[in-house]
């Protein structure tokens, strides 16, 4: 079983995450900020896809604190690790900066996607 740390950082902004192979599944934690947390998780498992059975995609469930938004990383992430890995994943994801403009938060999303890139490398053939 593996377990590797990822980070992704520009300017101000490092996002961390933490992945843990557990058989077939995986489990990654990913925050950053200046208050890390667990504001959501999301888990995902594969499936064929629903347009095309010959293609691989992913159903997914999340959990979301109350007051966090972190819902719609821990989808995105969940789901694409899921197909495109055909294991089950769970995500929890944390990530938090006071007063963060619209711009900010688009490098922070830009980070996260970093982050599910250098997960997907490790584990490409």
Known sequence: MRRFKVES???RFRIHGYVQEIGK???VS???GSRPH???VGIALPRPSLKDPRKR???SSNFTFLGHKEDTLVKEISEALASRLERNVVVTAGIHWDGISSKE???VEG???KILGQVLKRFSP
């Open 111 to 113: 980070l996260t996607r």
């Open 38 to 40: 667990i504001g959501a």
């Open 105 to 107: 938060i688009r490098i």
């Open 25 to 27: 599944d995986l489990l």
């Open 30 to 32: 990913i925050w950053g």
């Open 57 to 59: 995609s992913a159903t």
């Open 9 to 11: 950082s520009k300017g």
